[in-house]
């Protein structure tokens, strides 16, 4: 099946620096990627829809200047959470829309821990 | 509003015996819905799908799931559990299959040998 990756699978950063998280599509490619972030025994919240090329679009109470999402090609998403508090600390998911099968693959998920 | 529930929160059923999981929705229309399976360590796999036709969906795994359009209702079954169906499972609706899934709250599932 297709397969999508997400690097790295954990991290840990300092509050106020950044880090970015990687989203591929290995063997297809997808114009369309979303962004979810899941809760501790909650359940996953969209972020943002990412498409290829152009700017992504955000999801209601959402702080675009500070989940900075970029699709630079069709097959690679990559999340920036800048300027990272505790309260960032998640574990974010995102998942490539395949045509054809017309399904959505999900990463494995990346755990963010800010200290 | 488009909205997801799944009454509940954690379910422990023996190995071998049936097993239902709830889910009801809140759509303006008729939704595509989804069942997703999420293991530790693992990401979510797609379990089903219902987008039209047949009211009874197979899927993966031995699950299947019967949309119930008067009960707004799309829960999910299977006959015989395996200690390996532990997990997380969510089911989720969507205006079409690209576009924004919005998931529920999901049902956590023990299996006791």
């Known amino acids: 099946g297709a397969v999508v990756s997400q690097h790295p699978s954990r991290v840990i950063c300092k509050s106020g620096t950044s880090v970015k998280i990687e989203c591929r599509s290995l063997?297809?490619?997808?114009?369309?990627m979303f962004w979810y972030r899941q809760f501790p025994k909650q359940s996953l919240m969209l972020m943002a829809t990412s498409n290829e090329g152009s700017k992504a679009t955000y999801e209601q109470g959402v702080e675009k200047d500070k989940f900075l999402i970029n699709h630079a090609s069709l097959t690679l998403s990559t999340l920036t959470v800048t300027s990272a508090h505790p309260e960032d600390s998640s574990f974010y998911i995102c998942?490539?829309?395949?045509?054809?099968?017309?399904?959505?693959?999900f990463g494995p998920g990346t755990r963010l821990t800010v200290t | 509003a488009q909205s997801v529930t799944q009454p509940d929160i954690h379910i422990t059923v023996s190995e071998g015996a049936s097993l239902e999981l709830r889910c009801n929705y809140s759509y303006g229309a008729t939704p595509y819905l989804f069942w997703y399976v999420q293991s530790p360590g693992q990401g979510l796999q797609l379990l089903l799908k219902?987008?039209?036709?047949?009211?009874l969906v197979q899927g993966i795994k031995g699950f299947e799931a019967e949309f119930k359009r008067s009960q707004s209702s799309f829960n999910l079954r299977k006959p015989s559990v395996h200690w390996s169906d532990a997990a997380e499972y969510f089911c989720?609706?969507?205006?079409?299959?690209?576009?924004?899934?919005?998931f529920g709250p999901g049902t956590s599932l023990s299996v006791i040998p």
């Open positions: 063997d297809f490619q997808a114009t369309t």
């Open positions: 219902y987008f039209s036709g047949d009211t």
């Open positions: 998942s490539a829309w395949r045509d054809g099968p017309d399904e959505q693959y």
């Open positions: 989720a609706v969507g205006k079409t299959s690209y576009d924004k899934v919005i």
